[in-house]
T-cell receptor, first 113, second 110 residues
């Protein structure tokens, strides 16, 4: 079965510290990969996407992610977080070009001053 | 306004009542989706539509009905609401790999 797993439901970090949010998927077919961010009481906003090409993808707000095909992972990183990065982050996968997305369970990122 | 709009933003309804959540997009995207967001489950696909008059079930379709008579609208109806349908509902549209989401409707069934 095709599935997406975010390994941490909550990640607390201090301001200006680096952070990594982990995402693994289960599939043997080609994939498109996405990270979305949800600020409180808002919809989902695209952070970055991997469709093809370079496996290191840069997104908005200083975030980046690396596609590792052998590990079937797409971890999100930021070298120095800010209070404003406090939000819920969702990894999503499109399997074999399908338009519909399969989401992970979400990771709540909390930034402490 | 351009974009994707959901209404209402908040709704409280009673068990057994029918309720319809509205979704409107101005991009003329072919695909539209309904997801529900629940703690610990992320977003799960309820129904989706590839074009007007073409709809298909997602992961959790039971208890929901959709229609798409016009490209820009994709209403979601709960025929007889149950407490387990208390959730935040997101509509999305796409015409390529990336999906664009509405602000969500928070539905409480009492």
């Amino acid at each position: 079965a095709q599935s997406v797993t975010q390994l941490d439901s909550q990640v607390p970090v201090f301001e200006e510290a680096p952070v990594e949010l982990r995402c693994n998927y289960s599939s043997s077919v080609s994939v498109y990969l996405f990270w979305y961010v949800q600020y409180p009481n808002q919809g989902l906003q695209l952070l970055l996407k991997y469709l093809s090409g370079s496996t290191l993808v840069k997104g908005i707000n200083g975030f980046e992610a690396e596609f590792n095909k052998s590990q079937t992972s797409f971890h999100l990183r930021k070298p120095s977080v800010h209070i404003s990065d406090t939000a819920e982050y969702f990894c999503a996968v499109s399997f074999q070009g399908a338009q519909k997305l399969v989401f992970g369970q979400g990771t709540r990122l909390t930034i402490n001053p | 306004d351009a974009g994707i709009t959901q209404s209402p933003r908040y709704k409280i309804t009673e068990t057994g009542r029918q309720v319809t959540l509205m979704c409107h997009q101005t991009w003329s995207h072919s695909y539209m989706f309904w997801y529900r967001q629940d703690l610990g489950h992320g977003l799960r696909l309820i129904y989706y539509s590839a074009a007007a008059d073409i709809t298909d079930k997602g992961e959790v379709p039971d208890g929901y009905v959709v229609s798409r008579s016009k490209t820009e609208n994709f209403p979601l109806t709960l025929e007889s609401a149950t407490r387990s349908q208390t959730s935040v509902y997101f509509c999305a549209s796409s015409d390529g790999p990336e999906a664009f989401f509405g602000q969500g409707t928070r539905l409480t069934v009492v």
